[in-house]
Nanobody
Framework: QVHVVESGGGLVQAGDSLRLSCAAS????????MAWFRQAPRKERNFVAA????????YYADSVKGRFIISRDSAKNTMYLQMNSLKPEDTAVYYC????????????????WGRGTQVTVSS
């Protein structure tokens, strides 16, 4: 069963903004934290941002601090990633994840993963 689904990716120019959404359902609703990871072609999957669901405490990779904002709407069971001042190096497939990680900034402990949404930033 699919428990998290991403949407909102697209093709934009450098400096533009996008907002990604991740809708959670089923067992993913019990997640302690949810996060965004991204993976560029032939590169490792990297942490982008995470949020503790109940408290709303956010975590960010240094590369996106000051540009991206993670948030959640508990009533809608939806997590968002507002991406501003996009750069070509932000180009990647963005994945939504949920689970009970000991460290919200690393993949271990995230049991639910979306299929990904493509973000392409042209120069």
């Amino acid at each position: 069963q699919v428990h998290v689904v991403e949407s909102g990716g697209g093709l934009v120019q450098a400096g533009d903004s996008l907002r990604l959404s991740c809708a959670a359902s089923g067992r993913a609703l019990n997640s302690y934290a949810m996060a965004w990871f991204r993976q560029a072609p032939r590169k490792e999957r990297n942490f982008v941002a995470a949020i503790e669901w109940r408290s709303g405490i956010p975590y960010y990779a240094d590369s996106v601090k000051g540009r991206f904002i993670i948030s959640r709407d508990s009533a809608k069971n939806t997590m968002y990633l507002q991406m501003n001042s996009l750069k070509p190096e932000d180009t990647a497939v963005y994945y939504c994840a949920g689970g009970d990680p000991s460290n919200p900034m690393t993949p271990p402990g995230y049991d639910y993963w979306g299929r990904g949404t493509q973000v392409t930033v042209s120069s």
